[in-house]
């Protein structure tokens, strides 16, 4: 089953690498992008394409780690809290007068 999984990965790595290949070779023609301060110098419609993949890709990644950062900030102090309760609980039942 193992061997059978990384066959199709080393496949799906192939056919994906053929579809880049064969997107770029097909959109070559030069392209400038015109934003509203500045343009862009020219290139090819794939290139801009894949910059655009990729620049998406990093930020994805960027944003997902803050949002990780901030939960294990979150669980830590939670945690913190937790134990000071527990602290706080086990002293007030130890000098609580016991029953009879």
């Given at each position: 089953?193992a061997?059978?999984?990384?066959?199709?990965?080393?496949?799906l790595a192939i056919a994906?690498?053929v579809?880049?290949?064969?997107f770029?070779?097909n959109?070559?023609?030069?392209?400038a992008?015109?934003f509203?301060?500045?343009?862009?110098p020219?290139?090819?419609v794939?290139?801009?394409?894949l910059?655009?993949?990729?620049?998406?890709?990093?930020?994805?990644?960027?944003?997902?780690?803050?949002a990780?950062?901030?939960?294990?900030?979150?669980?830590?102090r939670?945690e913190r809290?937790?134990v000071k309760?527990?602290?706080a609980?086990?002293?007030e039942?130890q000098?609580?007068?016991?029953?009879?």
């Open positions: 089953m061997a059978m999984r990384k066959v199709l990965i080393i496949l994906i690498i579809f880049v290949l064969v770029s070779l959109n070559q023609q030069p392209v992008l015109d509203f301060f500045f343009e862009t020219s290139a090819g794939a290139i801009w394409i910059l655009t993949f990729v620049l998406g890709a990093l930020l994805g990644m960027l944003f997902t780690s803050l990780l950062f901030r939960a294990r900030l979150s669980r830590r939670a809290e937790r309760s527990d602290k609980l086990t002293r039942r000098q609580a007068p016991k029953r009879i």
